[in-house]
């Protein structure tokens, strides 16, 4: 059965410390993994990965795949207060579809 | 941000009632989506379409029917709403064959 699993559930930090944030997924066909930050409302796209090993960058985010142990990283260092937020991950399958993992709460504390 | 419009935002209806949410998007994408979003679950697909007048099942779509007559407009029915379909709905939008998803503000529905 095809499923996507984040780790851990929810994390709680201070700011300024380091997180990573984990999604593994069993997919049929599949594409590209895609992260989204959801702060009480629709969630938002942070990264698309395609290509194993080939870290994305966006400030103090990063994320990289790994194709072979089908898992994906989502790095956020000097974390702050507006980082809290659930982060999920998704698989995309054949057909344009997505599976997504059910999330890591994030709260970062003053 | 991408022009996706969900509509209503909040409803409250009583077991049995029809409930028609209404997706509408000014980006000209030809993916559109329904999720819905419940605690344990994160979002989990409904029913998709990837052009008008077609649409496909998703893992979830017992008690839910679609229509797209138009590019821009996705609506989601549920014939005769029940308390399990208590979620906030999610529509979303995707611009090419493959590439990431753009969400809609939510739509709550309450199902007494």
């Known amino acids: 059965e095809d499923k996507v699993v984040q780790s851990p559930l929810s994390l709680v930090v201070h700011e300024g410390d380091t997180v990573t944030l984990n999604c593994s997924y069993e997919?049929?066909?599949?594409?590209?993994l895609l992260w989204y930050k959801q702060e009480k409302k629709a969630p938002t796209f942070l990264f698309m990965l395609t290509s194993s090993g080939i870290e994305k960058k966006s400030g103090r985010l990063s994320s990289i795949l790994d194709k072979k142990e089908l898992f994906s990283i989502l790095n956020i260092t000097a974390t702050q207060t507006g980082d809290s937020a659930v982060y999920l991950c998704a698989a995309e399958y054949t057909g344009n579809q997505f599976y997504f993992g059910t999330g890591t709460s994030l709260t970062v504390i003053p | 941000d991408a022009g996706i419009t969900q509509s209503p935002r909040h409803k409250v209806t009583e077991t049995g009632t029809p409930v028609t949410l209404r997706c509408h998007q000014t980006?000209?994408?030809?993916?559109m989506y329904w999720y819905r979003q419940d605690p344990g679950h994160g979002l989990r697909l409904i029913h998709y379409?990837?052009?008008?007048?077609?649409?496909d099942k998703g893992e979830v779509s017992d008690g839910y029917s679609v229509s797209r007559s138009k590019t821009e407009d996705f609506l989601l029915t549920l014939e005769s709403a029940t308390s399990s379909q208590t979620s906030v709905y999610f529509c979303a939008i995707s611009e090419r064959v493959t590439g990431e998803l753009f969400f809609g503000e939510g739509s709550r529905l309450t199902v007494l």
């Open positions: 980006e000209n994408h030809r993916y």
């Open positions: 997919v049929t066909n599949f594409r590209s």
């Open positions: 379409s990837y052009g008008v007048k077609d649409t």
